[in-house]
């Protein structure tokens, strides 16, 4: 849709001042359904899904011959697939006496894997986790009120497989329905520890953990990056938490209208807080112009609502003419914990 002049106009006010932590909790990590019993069968008895292959070096040399123009970094293809707890996976009943489904989903030669629920309603109790095989990273657990739009999209897990994990209160598998519409296989890395592209910094670009920048600390808490999908690619994209003028710690988030320009894009939004260099490296060193070394997937989101947008991005793929901004809403609940900040300015 196209902002009409009010919406413009609280684009501008939702900057006027400074906001506090945002005051909420939720998703928590918790230990896997299956590693809580032992009579739990083993990750190589759980039915496997293998993907079709990718093209990877095909998309990267589409990649090389754009690297000029206006865009966000993409890093991921889009798999159609039509997998369900109803027809796919493996289900167990528990000695607690809970069902636990489990799924495992394999691309060979894929840097990341990620899940896009295109229906994702749970019953009540019921909850979902996603990892890697052995020991990584735990994303979830993932409830219905985690649901937008009714899908959902996941986290990246580093790898050729990932594993999803879902545990139902003993009478409520009936209300389980889920169906697991795209997976994101990622071709190529995001910028971080392994296998990195090349970064934007500059040396000449100053870490947020060094003294000069103590006047902005805070402000720092509010910048994330994210995911989103569109027409069949995944994307990289920043933009940073705002405040608005109730002050009420609604996550607003501005951004750029030439990475979201849809409600369908953002809806596909996955957050990742507080990535940054935990360290000042000297300016003007070669250790100040690589990527920082910490872990992209700690703190994330899932989820938003597109409220504004101002920019030609959606009509002509230019953003000359108009400020390129688009203004959504997280639609997750932000553990206290991140320890992020409403940015403004005062008066």
Known sequence: MDVPKRAV?????????????LPAVAQQRAPLPSEQHASTRPPSAVAVET???????????????????????????????????????????????????????RSRDAVSLSVGFTQFQLP?????????????????????????????????????????????????????RLEIGKIVYGYRSLPGREKTPPSKS??????????????????????????????GSTFLCSGAL????????????????????????????????NYQNETCRPLGSPENKSVTDDDLGE????????????????????ISGKPDLALVEVDDEIPEAYNLYLSGWSR
């Not at 106009?9 to 932590?21: F, N, S, T």
């Not at 528990?94 to 489990?102: A, H, K, V, Y």
């Not at 100053?206 to 989103?228: H, I, K, M, N």
Request: net charge negative; charged share 20%.
């Open 124 to 176: 009540a109790g019921a909850a979902l986790y996603l990892h890697g095989p052995g020991d990584t990273a735990v994303h979830g657990p993932y409830t219905a009120a985690d649901a937008t739009a009714e899908q959902h999209w996941t986290p990246l897990i580093r790898g050729e497989e990932l594993i999803l994990e879902l545990v139902v209160p003993a009478d409520r598998r009936p209300g389980v």
């Open 202 to 231: 500059g040396s000449c670009n100053l870490d947020v953990a060094c003294e000069e920048a103590a006047p902005w600390r805070e402000q720092v808490q509010s910048v994330g990056r994210y995911t989103f999908e569109s027409n």
């Open 242 to 273: 705002i405040n608005n003028t109730a002050e009420d710690g609604t996550p607003y988030f501005m951004t750029a209208e030439h990475c979201i320009s849809t409600p369908e894009e953002a809806t596909t939004m996955v957050f990742y807080w």
């Open 51 to 105: 993907l079709p292959s990718v093209d990877a070096a095909a998309l990267r040399a589409e990649d090389r011959a754009r690297s000029d123009r206006v865009g966000p970094y993409r890093y991921g293809k889009t798999i159609e697939t039509n997998f369900s707890p109803d027809r796919d996976g493996t289900w167990e009943q528990l000695s607690s006496g809970e069902w636990l489904w489990r799924l495992r989903i």
């Open 9 to 21: 106009g609280l684009v501008v006010l939702l900057i006027i001042g400074a906001g506090p932590v």
């Open 299 to 318: 703190q994330t989101s899932s989820g938003a609502v597109l409220r504004a947008r101002l920019g030609n991005w959606h009509q002509s793929d230019q």
